[in-house]
Nanobody
Framework: QVQLVESGGGLAQAGGSLRLSCAASGRTFSSYTMGWFRQAPGKEREFVATISGRGGTTYYADSVKGRFTISRDNGKNTMDLEMNNLKPEDTAVYYC??????????????????WGQGTQVTVSS
């Protein structure tokens, strides 16, 4: 199993930016479809973005499309989420996730087997 660790969370003002990073262990990182999810207090885990193993295909939730960008560097075993024009409703714990399944619009948390511990993102108004 791959080990995942998120970093880069923190406090930002509305309209500001943050960049999250997910570091993965192992040497087969490119075999994994990766995703970002978030969970706000009292709410279920929500899909944010996903990226295919080689980074050639991405898909975003409508709520973040045009504001967030998912990317990966398989040479460094990392995946990033660049968040721009942040809104208070973006406040949540953000999780990275990995799956050995081939990329196929994997928006459900149940399709991912490996999860990081999460990093808090707080956006003030």
């Amino acid at each position: 199993q791959v080990q995942l660790v998120e970093s880069g969370g923190g406090l930002a003002q509305a309209g500001g930016s943050l960049r999250l990073s997910c570091a993965a262990s192992g040497r087969t990182f490119s075999s994994y479809t990766m995703g970002w999810f978030r969970q706000a207090p009292g709410k279920e885990r929500e899909f944010v973005a996903t990226i295919s193993g080689r980074g050639g295909t991405t898909y975003y939730a409508d709520s973040v499309k045009g504001r967030f960008t998912i990317s990966r560097d398989n040479g460094k075993n990392t995946m990033d989420l660049e968040m721009n024009n942040l809104k208070p409703e973006d406040t949540a714990v953000y999780y990275c996730a990995a799956s050995l399944a081939a990329w196929s619009f994997m928006t459900s948390p149940t399709k991912y087997d490996n999860w990081g511990q999460g990093t808090q993102v707080t956006v003030s108004s």
